[in-house]
């Protein structure tokens, strides 16, 4: 897709912020209200601005499948972590296949790995037993990408070890360990920045390929 001219994409981006302060604001204060409202325009409207960009299909589905976990584990309802964790999980799948076969060090791959091993041992003992098979499954996917993302650069590479951070401090909590105070507003604003810095980083990946192209 080619890039849109004009203040398309800075508006939406500009929106995006403006969503992301509402949504972390209210966690702050404790008005569920406007996290119910702000947290499900995050995506979209990140989205909507890479699309802007010309992003590629990858991307745009990785972002919304995010969204669609987003709202997902907006919901108390029976089920719906383990769908809202699947659709986070289809958003990986397409982030790995946007990194494609770029090179990553393979002493990043090392620590990640030990990361991976050491944070389901242990989290297993203290997570519900229905969700530990599909916690460990979800994190070597979410690993995998978090490692893979340092192929698109450092700034795409943050983004993943962000991601990788905010799931973390979720898979805490449902193990019932310690928390930081307002524990949602520090998931949240890990996960912002991760999406965030995966779209730029990408966006500029693949801007760059172009130049060098031309």
Not at 86 to 92: E, I, L, R, V
Not at 199 to 204: K, N, P, Y
Request: glycine share 12%.
């Amino acid at each position: 897709m080619t890039p849109l001219p004009g203040r398309t994409p800075g508006a939406l981006l500009a929106l995006f912020w403006l969503a992301a302060a509402v949504d972390l604001g209210s966690l702050l204060c404790g008005a569920e209200l406007g996290h119910q409202i702000a947290k499900p325009l995050l995506m979209p409207l990140l989205a909507g601005y890479a699309l802007t960009r010309g992003a590629p299909r990858p991307l745009t589905a990785a972002l919304l499948l995010g969204w669609g976990g987003d709202v997902l584990l907006l919901s108390d309802a029976d089920g719906t972590f383990l769908v809202g964790m699947a659709s986070f999980a289809a958003g990986h799948v397409c982030y790995l296949a946007l990194f494609g076969r770029r090179r990553t060090s393979p002493v990043l791959g090392a620590l990640y790995a030990a990361v991976l091993v050491g944070t389901v041992v242990l989290l297993w003992p203290d997570l519900p037993a229905d969700l530990r098979v599909p916690v460990a499954g979800y994190s070597l996917l979410l690993t995998a990408m978090a490692y893979r993302s340092s192929s698109l650069g450092p700034v795409a590479g943050l983004g993943g070890a962000l991601f990788l951070l905010s799931d973390t401090l979720i898979a805490t909590g449902v193990a019932e360990w310690p928390q930081l105070p307002v524990p949602d507003f520090w998931v949240m604003l890990t996960y912002i920045a991760a999406q965030y810095l995966l779209t730029a980083g990408a966006l500029r990946a693949m801007y760059g390929e172009r130049r060098t192209t031309v």
